[in-house]
C-alpha cells in the first residue's frame, strides 16, 4: 500500500494508546527447526501445518486461489504463499521500490498491539522486496526502512513461478523473517502462548486496476492494523 518511505530504522515510538481488538480466528503457529527454503515450499515440515486462504476483498477481476502457511523457529518466523495467476504485472527491478503498484505478497506483524507501531515486508514475483517498519499514528502513515540490513538480519526469500503448457499458472514465495530483525519491536521473541496481531495479503494488477486479498477483515487498506487476526505461538 502507498507510503511515503524514510530511509532510517533506529528511532524509539514513545505513544502508547492502549489499542484492543478481538477476533476469534487464531492461527496456531507450530514451532521447528529451522530449514532450508527453496521457493517451492518443498520440506516435508509443511505438510504439518494448514493452509489459510485470503480473502479476496475487491470485485471485478480473475477470482485467483490465494493462501499461506506459517511456521516459527528459535530463530525466526517461515511463512509459504502460494497464489494462482496467469501472468507477473510488475516491472521493477530493484528492491524497496514501490512494489505496492504491482503484484506483491504481503505480511505485517503486530507484536505488540498496544502500540501503533508494526513490521510490513513485500515481496514481488521477480524477486524483490520492500522492508518498512510502520508508525501508524491515528492514520498518519510512514514508512521506516531497515538500518544494516544484512547478515541475520535480513529476510531470506525464495520465489517459484509455476508453468503449465508454457502458460504461467501461478507463483510461490518462501521467506524467513529473523527475529533480529524485528528487534525495535516490543515482544519481538515469542515463546509458547506468545499473542501476535498479523495479517497476510496479496496484490494484483493483471486486470490493470488494483485487486487486493487479506486473511484480516480489512475494508479498504491493508493498513487498517485494528483489524489485524491473531496468531498465537505453540
Given at each position: 500500500?502507498?507510503?511515503?518511505?524514510?530511509?532510517?530504522?533506529?528511532?524509539?515510538?514513545?505513544?502508547?494508546?492502549?489499542f484492543t481488538q478481538s477476533h476469534h480466528d487464531t492461527i496456531q503457529v507450530t514451532k521447528t527447526n529451522?530449514?532450508?527454503?527453496?521457493?517451492k515450499g518443498?520440506?516435508?515440515?509443511w505438510?504439518?501445518?494448514?493452509?489459510?486462504?485470503?480473502?479476496?476483498?475487491?470485485?471485478?477481476?480473475?477470482p485467483y486461489?490465494?493462501?499461506f502457511k506459517i511456521l516459527y523457529s528459535a530463530n525466526g518466523i517461515y511463512v509459504l504463499f502460494d497464489g494462482s495467476d496467469n501472468k507477473i504485472t510488475s516491472t521493477y527491478q530493484h528492491d524497496f521500490e514501490n512494489l505496492f503498484n504491482a503484484d506483491v505478497f504481503e505480511v505485517f506483524f503486530?507484536?505488540?498491539?498496544?502500540?501503533p507501531l508494526y513490521f510490513e515486508y513485500e515481496i514481488s514475483p521477480l524477486g524483490k522486496e520492500l522492508v518498512l517498519?510502520?508508525?501508524?499514528?491515528?492514520?498518519?502513515i510512514n514508512g521506516w526502512t531497515p538500518w544494516h540490513y544484512e547478515g541475520d538480519r535480513k529476510v531470506m526469500k525464495a520465489i517459484n513461478i509455476s508453468e503449465a503448457g508454457g502458460k504461467m499458472t501461478g507463483w510461490t514465495a518462501e521467506l524467513f523473517f529473523p527475529f533480529k530483525l524485528l528487534e525495535p519491536l516490543e515482544?519481538?521473541?515469542?515463546?509458547?502462548?506468545?499473542?501476535?496481531?498479523a495479517n497476510f495479503c496479496r496484490l494484483d494488477y493483471d486486470s490493470g486496476k488494483m485487486i487486493k486479498w487479506s486473511w484480516s477483515p480489512i475494508k479498504v487498506s491493508f493498513h487498517e492494523f485494528l483489524q489485524y487476526k491473531k496468531i498465537k505461538f505453540n
Open positions: 500500500m502507498k507510503l511515503k518511505l524514510v530511509s532510517f530504522w533506529g528511532f524509539v515510538i514513545t505513544c502508547m494508546t492502549g529451522d530449514f532450508t527454503i527453496d521457493g518443498s520440506n516435508e515440515i505438510k504439518t501445518t494448514k493452509w489459510v486462504e485470503l480473502n479476496k476483498i475487491d470485485t471485478n477481476a480473475t486461489q490465494t493462501r503486530h507484536p505488540q498491539p498496544s502500540t517498519l510502520i508508525p501508524n499514528l491515528k492514520g498518519r515482544n519481538n521473541y515469542p515463546v509458547s502462548g506468545t499473542v501476535w496481531n
